[in-house]
């Protein structure tokens, strides 16, 4: 069975490094899969060829999206097909509101009449409601990054990329984005690029670790997080 | 409906005012220079709507501005009757910008270098076009004359009637028709999503990509747009001055532009066209004597403003409006203060 998403010898490479090397990787459908690995690993490199940022070529591996070869394919093309992508710094209009933000993001969707009503729900769902009105760039970070998941999910995407979305967030909302996540996971496939382990632990869904651009290891969060290979490449000889 | 705070919105009574004021000009002033000044106007509005809303910088917007003109006057001499020609000068400026807009726009260049590649344009074009003084430069009937350029052909006429021209007063008319129609056209795009699209491609490129948004083709559009009203805008300037010369190319012309729109204000549609007339009009002040050259001023007044009021003037008088209307509904919430308007209150420090 093809999965929602898989490489195939993907590679990238800037001059001389080799930033993900020959991954093969597959996601099921309605999987929830959490990319993760310490600074320099590939998996944010590895997160953007899957969404069209860096340029594709087919000598680099293929990228398949629920059995269409997206090689080479433009980012919005990509996003077209269904998917919803968060970006490791937040990428929103700091010059809009709240509401001008999610309101661009579903009008693609939605269209002129029904954008209106789908910024409602998931202004509703994340809590945006006070904010709705006030310009992105007077919020803090943890809110642009709930605003970001917010333009994301106004879309309703069948696969949700999510690059660190929990970062700089509270403790409080960090437990509030659990819930999101999970519940993105009902309807929509997902990966989570992270590379804290507290956080990929909460969400308790299985791992992928990428260490050199490579993948190191699958398996369950438990499983994953225990391993002392795991360990030892997050914090070195510490971790013995 | 969600209402965008982004985009402004229509004020309907203040365009009416605007449409009886230039409707009633002619009773008070001669209509040549206020028709000249509604020119520029048109044309730096084409400017600060692709500037201000969809963040493209072109240094080199001149260069429509010129083939408008040009395209105009050739048509014309070939053709005689002025409606076809006039909509050429609208069509290949357009048509010219989609094209080096797809180019750069599909190619991903950095803004730094759509900055040098249109200045660049224009550049080819002031130099192309003075160096075409020979026999050997003519399309159809015209002699596109080097550095003298093109003199002496037929302008406007009512559509249809090639030996009616319109000369003076109706140019005059037309020209101010031409701008209102253009600031609703350009309210009309900004009302739309596509507006609001290039707002949020001004605002982040790569978010609007990541929405699924076509970034390349959007800009292009709005780049073929602001060149189809530079291009009537240089249509009107050549009926105007009766000639059309390489200067409308110039490095001048298109730093000229730049300065009407930054001094007026950026992201305003209002703010260009005033810009361009208060401006345009301090320069034929300046024309007029010979003690202090205008570019001098004109650059020093640049200075001021970039320095001093960095979003233009017109944004500038919105956020002191804005201020006083709150400082006013304020007081009159508070029970007590509403009627007072001398002196300060009981606790207040001078």
């Known amino acids: 069975m093809s999965g929602v998403v898989e490489t195939h010898?993907?590679?990238?490479?800037?001059?001389?490094?080799?930033?993900?090397?020959?991954?093969?990787?597959?996601?099921?459908?309605?999987?929830?899969?959490?990319?993760?690995?310490?600074?320099?690993?590939?998996?944010?490199?590895f997160f953007k060829c899957l969404t069209g940022q860096y340029p594709m070529h087919h000598e680099n591996g293929r990228i398949l999206i629920r059995g269409t070869d997206v090689t080479g394919w433009?980012?919005?093309?990509?996003?077209?097909?269904?998917?919803?992508?968060?970006?490791?710094?937040?990428?929103?209009?700091?010059?809009?509101?709240?509401?001008?933000?999610?309101?661009?993001?579903?009008?693609?969707?939605?269209?002129?009449?029904?954008?209106?009503?789908?910024?409602?729900?998931?202004?509703?769902?994340?809590?945006?409601?006070?904010?709705?009105?006030?310009?992105?760039?007077?919020?803090?970070h943890g809110q642009r990054q709930m605003v970001e998941i917010g333009v994301v999910l106004v879309q309703n995407p069948w696969l949700v990329?999510?690059?660190?979305?929990?970062?700089?967030?509270?403790?409080?909302?960090?437990?509030?984005?659990?819930?999101?996540?999970?519940?993105?996971?009902?309807?929509?496939?997902?990966?989570?690029?992270?590379?804290?382990?507290?956080?990929?632990?909460?969400?308790?869904?299985?791992?992928?670790?990428?260490?050199q651009g490579s993948i190191l290891v699958e398996g369950s969060a438990e499983r994953v997080l225990d391993d002392p290979t795991v360990r030892e490449v997050y914090i070195g000889n510490r971790a013995r | 409906m969600i209402a965008w705070q982004s985009v402004g919105r229509m004020r309907w009574g203040w365009f009416l005012v605007a449409a009886a004021i230039l409707a009633l000009l002619p009773l008070a002033a001669d209509t040549h220079t206020p028709t000249v000044l509604l020119i520029w106007a048109l044309f730096a509005l084409s400017l600060g709507m692709m500037w201000g809303y969809a963040g493209l910088l072109s240094f080199g917007h001149s260069?429509?501005?010129g083939l408008g003109a040009y395209t105009y006057?050739?048509?014309?001499?070939?053709?005689?009757?002025?409606?076809?020609?006039?909509?050429?000068?609208?069509?290949?400026?357009?048509?010219?910008?989609?094209?080096?807009?797809?180019?750069?726009?599909?190619?991903?260049?950095?803004?730094?270098?759509?900055?040098?590649?249109?200045?660049?344009?224009t550049l080819i074009l002031f130099k192309f076009m003075s160096a075409t003084a020979g026999d050997a430069y003519v399309i159809g009937a015209a002699r596109l004359g080097g550095f003298n350029g093109i003199p002496g052909f037929q302008t406007l006429n009512v559509p249809g009637y090639p030996d009616i021209s319109l000369f003076g007063l109706p140019t005059y008319y037309v020209c101010a028709a031409a701008l209102l129609l253009c600031y609703l056209v350009c309210r009309w795009i900004l009302a739309r999503s596509f507006g609001r699209v290039l707002v949020g491609i001004r605002e982040n490129e790569e978010?609007?990509?990541?929405?699924?948004?076509?970034?390349?083709?959007?800009?292009?559009?709005?780049?073929?747009?602001?060149?189809?009203?530079?291009?009537?805008?240089?249509?009107?300037?050549?009926?105007?001055?009766?000639?059309?010369?390489?200067?409308?190319?110039?490095?001048?012309?298109a730093a000229e532009v730049l300065i009407w729109v930054i001094v007026g204000g950026l992201g305003t549609l209002i703010g260009p066209i005033l810009g361009a007339i208060a401006l345009g009009y301090v320069k034929i002040l300046l024309g007029e004597q010979t003690v202090i050259d205008n570019s001098l001023i004109l650059g020093a007044l640049l200075i001021v403003v970039v320095l001093g009021i960095p979003r233009g003037v017109?944004?500038?008088?919105?956020?002191?409006?804005?201020?006083?209307?709150?400082?006013?509904?304020?007081?009159?919430?508070?029970?007590?203060?509403?009627?007072?308007?001398?002196?300060?209150?009981?606790?207040?420090?001078?």
């Open chain 1, 74 to 140: 433009n980012t919005h093309e990509i996003v077209r097909l269904g998917i919803g992508i968060k970006t490791q710094v937040p990428s929103i209009m700091d010059g809009l509101t709240v509401q001008e933000n999610l309101w661009l993001s579903a009008r693609r969707i939605h269209g002129w009449a029904g954008a209106g009503g789908a910024v409602e729900e998931v202004a509703a769902e994340l809590r945006l409601g006070d904010i709705l009105r006030r310009a992105v760039g007077e919020l803090s």
């Open chain 2, 63 to 65: 260069a429509y501005f």
């Open chain 2, 314 to 350: 017109v944004p500038a008088l919105q956020r002191v409006w804005a201020y006083g209307s709150r400082r006013s509904r304020r007081r009159q919430a508070q029970p007590g203060t509403a009627r007072r308007t001398l002196g300060p209150s009981p606790g207040e420090q001078r």
């Open chain 2, 207 to 253: 978010r609007c990509e990541l929405m699924g948004y076509n970034v390349p083709a959007y800009k292009t559009a709005i780049f073929a747009v602001a060149a189809a009203m530079a291009g009537l805008a240089g249509c009107l300037f050549a009926n105007w001055a009766e000639i059309v010369t390489p200067r409308l190319f110039s490095l001048g012309q």
């Open chain 2, 73 to 121: 006057a050739v048509a014309v001499i070939n053709i005689g009757e002025s409606t076809l020609p006039l909509l050429l000068a609208v069509l290949v400026p357009a048509i010219v910008a989609g094209v080096i807009g797809a180019m750069m726009f599909y190619g991903r260049i950095s803004d730094v270098y759509m900055g040098v590649i249109t200045l660049v344009v």
């Open chain 1, 9 to 45: 010898e993907l590679t990238m490479r800037f001059g001389g490094v080799t930033a993900v090397n020959a991954v093969n990787f597959s996601l099921r459908e309605r999987e929830l899969r959490c990319l993760i690995g310490p600074n320099g690993a590939g998996k944010s490199t």
């Open chain 1, 161 to 211: 990329l999510l690059d660190e979305p929990a970062a700089g967030m509270t403790g409080n909302e960090v437990e509030r984005l659990i819930g999101v996540i999970r519940r993105i996971n009902q309807n929509a496939s997902v990966i989570v690029v992270d590379h804290d382990m507290e956080f990929v632990r909460m969400l308790g869904s299985r791992v992928t670790v990428f260490h």
